[in-house]
């Protein structure tokens, strides 16, 4: 049996007096890739940021990695967020450091490896995520976009977290580096046993890469499960949004 | 049982040596371990050594990397290595950090020696200097454009710009300047009361004030309030290509941005360095009256007599020429500023600082001027 890496229950969250999630429950399973799908300002990111401890909601239970997040001492929260990986939507690089530096910074932090081995372990994901060695000395500033998303998984990928979440990956790519970034996270899934939460909206990631999905509508789940499963539900949402999936098969 | 720790016991047996690691050997744990391996000493009969993953029970790729990094060197000094591991997934992950390695990169940047770096931040200064000169050449065409045709004028931006950097600092350009009339006149009362000179206060302080005192401290502060704030903004403006934005829809950030900022700290100066005068006074008045007994009737009444009325005028008349440079080197900056953030940072801090400086010159060059004119 596959255990839960996150489980939400009843989760609501309120800005001010808007509700942006009336009770939203849904699990993750370790070694998955789950979407989380939805019109826009439905609240899929920022349902994503109180997984990741960057948002809180107001009731219900949320625990990742068997964490209660809503519920953590500052040490184990520490502990949770370098078992996990994120990679933005728009890449958040630190433009003052090179991609290698980037991607070494947490392990300067958190670890008192040797630079050898330090330095070692940077080329080693540098080349897992598609990037060539000489790209390291380049500022995120010098970067093709294609070239920034790599380097900020690279970066993501660094303390070898369990968990990767990825907010809109393959936003303001081209089709094609879109897809060879979809080819990659499932590489990279197989490769290093990650467990990967996406917001996404693009049809092609949602149909190559998720194992499993939830579709927010309305503050709610609508529907959850894989592909098949969603798109037998009868929902506004799903009806469009999937219509132009099936157009586009034909 | 679990083991919390990543664990290396070496032991040596005739010829072979025997790395026995057990635990999690995972990125957070490895720092002993390495330090362990590299202080590691094999005997003159050692020829073979053995890895011994068997107890290992979670190996991530960092752990995979330091041991494979290992063998490599081991092998490199001519000794025989073997590496034991049962688990599968393990020898999944050691293909794969094999595959994926590059031994011995080093992403340091080359250094640079002390002349190139000096000849680097020369050729530095003096682009920034001509990009400077253009930047000013191409104000001046816009402002020529603008001004021959009065209806293009902006009144709108300009207002604006007028009410959030110089309305909006008349509070704290009319306090710095009583303050600093109340300093000169107390540091000056302790001198003339030495002599008697009680009644010199009023020239002194009038003269002062009126003719640089108030306008250099006007500048200093709207330098640091509405400088700073220019860069920032457009640098801001540079990074989102709100600035390119504008120019695809026909908008001239010359116009939008540029010239109305310039416009309105130059007409809004003369009247911050009125505010300054009276307030600097003022202060001069209070203390000579607390310090010297001279009363404000008799003090003003002095004034009238002894301090000029083109004192008056030659601080007003800098003012819009210190408004030209304070407001055209913090847009200069944020112009200046690069796809990062850092630079909105570095080109902030050079806009006060080349503001400021700029006004010291340019008030130097005035001073020299109105000597020789005899004003």
Redesign the interface.
Request: glycine share 2%.
């Given at each position: 049996m596959m255990i839960p890496v996150i489980v939400a229950e009843n989760i609501v969250t309120r800005f001010g007096n808007k509700v942006v999630h009336n009770g939203i429950s849904l699990h993750i399973k370790e070694g998955e890739v789950y979407g989380l799908l939805g019109p826009s300002g439905c609240g899929k990111s920022t349902l994503m940021r109180e997984m990741i401890m960057l948002e809180t909601y107001s009731e219900g239970s949320m625990t990742v990695l068997g964490k209660d997040v809503s519920n953590i001492s500052p040490s184990s929260a520490q502990e949770l967020r370098?078992q996990c990986g994120v990679l933005f939507q728009s890449n958040a690089l630190f433009?003052?450091l090179?991609v290698?530096?980037n991607i070494?910074v947490a392990?300067q932090e958190?670890?008192?490896?040797?630079q050898?081995?330090i330095?070692?372990?940077?080329?080693?994901k540098i080349?897992?995520v598609g990037l060539n060695?000489e790209d390291?000395?380049l500022?995120?500033?010098q970067l093709s976009g294609g070239m920034k998303k790599k380097a900020a998984l690279a970066r993501a990928l660094v303390?070898?977290p369990q968990l990767l979440f990825l907010d809109e990956p393959t936003s303001g790519l081209d089709p094609i580096s879109a897809r060879e970034f979809d080819n990659l996270i499932c590489k990279l899934k197989e490769?290093?046993?990650l467990t990967i939460v996406m917001v996404s909206h693009d049809l092609n990631s949602i149909t190559t890469t998720l194992d499993r999905m939830a579709v927010i509508d309305h503050k709610k789940i609508v529907a959850e499960g894989t592909l098949e499963e969603v798109m037998a539900i009868d929902s506004p949402f799903i009806k469009t949004f999937f219509t132009t999936y099936s157009k586009y098969l034909r | 049982m679990s083991v919390s720790h990543a664990n290396l016991q070496i032991e040596t047996r005739a010829d072979q040596q025997y790395f026995i690691f057990s635990g999690l050997l995972?990125?957070?744990h490895?720092?002993k371990i390495?330090t362990q391996l590299?202080f590691n000493k094999s005997s003159e009969k050692t020829q073979k050594m053995t890895f011994d993953l068997e107890a290992v029970e979670r190996l991530?790729?960092?752990g995979a990397?330091?041991i494979l990094?290992r063998i490599r060197k081991m092998e490199g000094r001519g000794y025989e290595c073997t590496l034991n591991f049962s688990n599968q997934?393990f020898g999944r992950l050691l293909e794969?950090?094999k595959a994926?390695?590059?031994?011995?990169?080093?992403?340091t940047?080359d250094k640079i020696s002390l002349l190139a770096a000096l000849g680097k931040t020369v050729i530095q200064s003096l682009k920034t200097a001509m990009s400077f000169l253009a930047f000013f050449g191409q104000m001046s065409i816009a402002m020529f454009h603008y001004l021959s045709s009065p209806r293009s004028i902006r009144w709108k931006e300009i207002m604006f710009e007028m009410n959030e950097s110089a309305i909006k600092a008349l509070g704290i350009v009319a306090l710095t300047m009583f303050l600093v009339g109340i300093v000169i006149a107390y540091q000056s009362s302790v001198q003339l009361k030495l002599y008697g000179a009680n009644i010199f206060i009023v020239d002194m302080l009038g003269i002062s004030i009126l003719r640089e005192l108030a306008p250099m401290l006007t500048a200093i502060v709207v330098a640091g309030r509405s400088g700073s704030a220019y860069a920032a903004q457009i640098g801001v403006m540079k990074i989102t290509e709100e600035l390119d934005a504008m120019r695809t829809m026909g908008f001239d950030p010359y116009a939008f941005l540029v010239l109305p900022r310039i416009l309105a700290l130059m007409i809004m100066m003369p009247i911050l360095i009125f505010v300054a005068d009276i307030t600097g006074v003022i202060g001069g008045m209070l203390i000579s009256n607390i310090e010297l007994g001279l009363s404000p009737a008799l003090f003003l009444d002095r004034f009238a007599e002894v301090v000029d009325i083109r004192h008056f005028w030659v601080g007003l008349v800098k003012g819009p020429f210190f408004a030209l440079l304070i407001a055209s080197i913090g847009i200069f900056h944020g112009l200046m500023v690069?796809?990062?953030?850092?630079s909105i940072g570095v080109n902030t801090t050079k806009s006060v600082v080349e503001a400021i400086f700029a006004v010291i010159i340019c008030d130097a060059v005035f001073s020299i001027i109105f000597t020789n004119l005899g004003i």
């Open positions: 370098k433009t003052s090179t290698a530096e070494a392990l958190y670890t008192s490896l040797s050898k081995l330095q070692e372990i940077v080329a080693f080349d897992i060695q390291g000395r500022y995120p500033s303390m070898d490769m290093l046993q | 995972t990125l957070s490895l720092s390495e590299h991530d790729s960092a990397m330091m990094s997934e794969m950090v994926h390695s590059h031994k011995e990169k080093s992403f940047a690069k796809n990062d953030t850092q």
